[in-house]
Every structure is written in structure tokens, then in C-alpha cells.
């Protein structure tokens, strides 16, 4: 049967892509590791020391399901080719629709692993901070920015990742100023780095009676959350602390009753906010945390262009600029400015489906690396 032959060549050409996920994960060495940890849980005293146990347990279970889901993968491919050939055997075209199921779910799987062995940065595997502020445009640009909001939360949930509110300022009358969120999960920064920049949107206006045609533009930044101590020395002088309540209708972001706290670093005019918790020591601990993360990255992007300077490199490091716009008029159009992706579905990319525009971003890292 053609088919057959069709689904033997799709299958072949993942022969060698498969072996170099593989080797990429370094597969060896983590099932020797995986024995390591576990015979170091069965040691006396191990649950003891909570802190220590708890990172071995966070290590081991990462690891055990890196290795499984390669070594499902690897079966699945199996399973596939042994179909395939009891079906010529057998030469049963009923099987045909099957086969092309398994191959799809096969397909879409190995992507979504070769997708994650691209995220191999400094901070990739860390949580996210990611704040989203309204730009100029009023109004639009409050709800533009709530729909930003909607859609890492749409996309967040679609990958099993959790979303924690920091802090957030409702506009005027409706939608959102700015909001800080954190952002849960394997990996999470490694795929949400790439929404970093201002994100524009054409549509026609819901808030103007004449319904002219209206830009709103948002501001997304994204900041690794580091849990391990940061070398970033912090003078007492260089602060302003200032502590307030948490306003505004904002029922369904957070506690209102919180105890806000705005921190701004004076030599460079960063400024971070926390009002998360009841806890007012919990959120300047927190926004402790992100002035830190923020001042370190800095310091990182500083050295970067000193050497790149030293290289005769021109690279453009403007994070300000424009990185994808979405179009809801005259046409129907989501293009992203760095990797040239694109799609006309719309309404989709907003229910969250980013997978397309994150991917193609890692993917162009990656070749840029």
C-alpha cells in the first residue's frame, strides 16, 4: 500500500532527530544521577534536613520525568513501525486512519521535547515575573493590556503552570494599568522570555461611539525569579521604601487587605512593587527578590555591550521596540517582528495559543546562539 510506504519515509526521517534529542538531554548521565538520588533518599537522616531534601526531590522528579518522556517517545516510534508492518502483513486498510493518528500524536510530541532541549539558558528553567503596562491610548490600551493579561493566563494554564498576582493597578474604567503576575512552573521564564517588548494592537475601537480605527500598544518585561542568592551588593541610601494600601476594584486579581510595598532603587530609577500577601514583610522580602533579579540582569546586559564594543559588534539591544503586532481591522493578522511568524487566527493567539510564535522565537535563539 502507498500509504505504508508514505508513513515508513515519515518515520525514517525522525530516526536521526530522535538519537540527537537524545544525546542533547544526556540521557546516560541522568538515569546514573536518577540512581544516585534515590539511593541517597534511602540514606538515614535524609528527611531531616527539609530544605536539602525538598531540592533533591525537585531534582529527582525532573529528571525521572525528562527520562520517561524520551524513553516513551522512543517507544511510541517502536510501537509505530510494528504497526505499520502488521498492517502490510495483514494488509488491513482499516489501520490506515490509525496509523495516521499515532504518527500526528508522535509528531506533535517530539516537537514539543525538541522545542524543550532549546532551553538550555542561564535562567531557563527558573519561575517568571512578567509585568504587562498600558501604553499610550487610554481607555484601549487598559483593556488591551487586560487582554494580554488573559492570554499568558490562557497559555500558562495550557502548559500546567500556575499564576500568582504581585501586584496591579486597575484603569480608570476598565481593564488594566499595569498588573505583575508570577508565573509557576518547569521552565517558565525559558518560554516566557520571549514575550518581552511592546505588543501593538489595530482594532476598531469598542470605546469610541464613531468606531474609528484605533493602535493601543502594551509593554510586556520578563525577569527570571532566582531563587538562589544573587551577588548584588544593595545600599540602605540607594532606597526609597514606601509602604501603602492596595486600591482600586480589583476583587478578582487580590487581596485587597494587603500590605503594599514600592521599592525604587534611586541610582538607576527601577522601581518594583509587591502587594501579593497580608504579610508586609513577605512583600518586601518579594520585591526584594525582583530588585535584585532586575539590577543583576542589568549589570549581565551591561557587560555584554562592553564586549560586544571590544568586538566591533553592533547589536540592538532597544528591549522597548516593537516585538509583534496583532491586527483585528481592516484583516485578520498576528506577525511577529523578530521571526517573521505569523498566522490569521486571531482569536486563537489571544485564547493563549502561543506555542507557534514562543517556538520559532527559541528555535531563532538557538540559531543565533
Not at 536518577?34 to 531540592?55: A, C, N, V, Y
Not at 490562557?154 to 500568582?164: C, D, L, N, V, W
Not at 542589568?298 to 553592533?314: A, D, H, P, T, Y
Request: contains cysteine.
Amino acid at each position: 500500500m502507498v500509504e505504508l510506504d508514505q508513513f515508513k519515509a515519515i518515520l525514517n526521517s525522525y530516526a536521526k532527530p530522535l538519537v540527537e534529542v537524545r544525546d542533547s538531554l544526556d540521557l546516560v548521565n541522568k538515569e546514573k544521577r536518577i540512581e544516585e538520588l534515590e539511593r541517597k533518599i534511602e540514606e538515614p537522616g535524609f528527611w531531616d534536613k527539609t530544605e536539602l531534601s525538598q531540592r533533591i526531590m525537585k531534582e529527582l522528579r525532573k529528571m525521572q520525568d525528562c527520562v520517561k518522556e524520551v524513553r516513551d517517545l522512543e517507544s511510541s516510534y517502536e510501537d509505530i513501525n510494528a504497526l505499520i508492518e502488521l498492517t502490510e502483513e495483514e494488509e488491513d486498510r482499516e489501520m490506515i486512519k490509525e496509523i495516521q493518528r499515532e504518527i500526528a500524536k508522535f509528531e506533535k510530541e517530539f516537537e514539543d521535547l525538541r522545542i524543550r532541549t532549546l532551553l538550555s539558558g542561564e535562567y531557563d528553567s527558573c519561575n517568571a515575573i512578567v509585568t504587562l503596562h498600558a501604553g499610550a491610548g487610554g481607555t484601549d490600551s487598559c483593556d488591551w493590556a487586560n487582554m494580554l493579561y488573559r492570554m499568558y493566563t490562557r497559555y500558562a494554564q495550557s502548559k500546567g503552570f500556575q499564576i500568582t498576582v504581585l501586584d496591579y493597578q486597575d484603569g480608570d474604567i476598565t481593564g488594566l494599568k499595569g498588573i505583575t503576575f508570577e508565573v509557576t512552573g518547569d521552565n517558565a521564564y525559558g518560554y516566557f522570555q520571549s514575550e518581552k517588548g511592546v505588543h501593538r494592537l489595530v482594532r476598531i475601537s469598542p470605546f469610541n461611539s464613531a468606531g474609528k480605527r484605533q493602535t493601543s500598544f502594551a509593554s510586556c518585561d520578563v525577569i527570571p525569579d532566582i531563587e538562589d542568592d544573587i551577588d548584588i551588593e544593595l545600599n540602605d541610601d540607594d532606597l526609597r521604601i514606601d509602604t501603602y494600601r492596595s486600591s482600586g476594584a480589583g476583587g478578582q486579581h487580590i487581596n485587597k487587605t494587603s500590605s503594599a510595598v514600592r521599592i525604587t532603587h534611586l541610582p538607576t530609577g527601577i522601581v518594583v512593587q509587591c502587594q501579593n500577601e497580608r504579610s508586609q514583610l513577605f512583600n518586601k522580602d518579594k520585591a526584594m527578590q525582583m530588585l535584585k533579579a532586575k539590577l543583576y540582569l542589568l549589570k549581565k546586559q551591561e557587560q555584554e555591550e562592553k564586549v560586544s564594543g571590544i568586538r566591533g559588534e553592533v547589536q540592538d539591544i532597544n528591549f522597548g521596540s516593537q516585538i509583534r503586532s496583532y491586527i483585528l481591522h481592516p484583516y485578520n493578522l498576528v506577525k511577529d517582528h523578530r521571526t517573521g511568524e505569523e498566522t490569521g487566527n486571531v482569536s486563537a493567539v489571544l485564547d493563549g495559543e502561543l506555542d507557534p510564535f514562543i517556538n520559532a522565537y527559541l528555535k531563532q535563539r538557538s540559531n543565533n546562539g
